[in-house]
């Protein structure tokens, strides 16, 4: 069953704009992970937030979590062209498997 | 150290064929997960497994679809007689152990059935 659920589906921005994703989530977690896949290639981990956390850092990436809520967002900021991919958020319980949502398609135009 | 591979990276099958992916975890990972990604879906859990054992392949078709991690040797998914619906990206990923967050995905294997 789909657990994470991406909004928007597709995002259009601007270079040096910010760039914010959302995603929720029907059960209990032990943490929420963010992955970018571009067009055809395999998956790159880019972040990983625990329940017991509320923000999480990672160079331009901020990742903020709402247990309370059931959610997640993912901020680009100052994106670049090469940012262009699809956004994925993947929820775990400890030692199980990942169960991703559907996906973010984001293109940055120059 | 080497991520984790998959092979072949592309692969074509005419329908009724049979397909047979592997994967190699990290060095030092015991732990494999396989899943599915269809076109412009997120990806799917298919099965988990540990050397020898299956864990969890509750997101694996009953039929034409099985799993193994031998003791030695890559992980193998194999799909008997194949159809065109199995045409999708598989990814393999690796974990160091059962309890661990972070699992690290392969480049995916990328099946065409014609």
């Known amino acids: 069953s789909q657990q994470g659920e991406e909004d928007p589906q597709a995002l259009s921005i601007q270079e040096g704009e910010n760039a914010t994703m959302n995603c929720s989530y029907k059960?209990?977690?032990?943490?929420l992970q963010w992955y970018r896949q571009n067009s055809g290639r395999g998956l790159v981990h880019l972040i990983l937030?625990?329940?017991?956390?509320r923000e999480k850092h990672s160079g331009r990436l901020r990742v903020t979590l709402d247990t309370s809520k059931k959610s997640s967002s993912l901020l680009i900021t100052a994106s670049r062209a090469a940012d262009t991919a699809s956004y994925f958020c993947a929820t775990a319980q400890a030692g199980t498997a990942l169960i991703f949502g559907k996906g973010t398609t984001l293109s940055v135009s120059s | 150290n080497a991520g984790v591979m998959q092979n072949p990276r592309h692969l074509v099958r005419r329908r009724g064929q049979e397909a047979r992916l592997r994967c190699s975890p990290m060095k030092g990972h015991s732990h494999v997960y396989w899943y599915r990604q269809l076109p412009e879906e997120g990806l799917k859990f298919m099965v988990y497994l540990q050397k020898e054992n299956i864990i969890d392949e509750s997101g694996m078709p009953k039929e034409r679809f099985s799993a193994e991690f031998p003791k030695e040797g890559p992980s193998i998914l194999r799909i008997q007689q194949v159809v065109r619906g199995d045409s999708a990206a598989y990814f393999c990923a690796s974990s160091w152990n059962r309890d661990s967050d972070e699992q690290y995905f392969g480049p995916g294997t990328r099946l065409t059935v014609t």
């Open positions: 059960t209990s977690i032990n943490n």
């Open positions: 937030i625990r329940s017991n956390e």
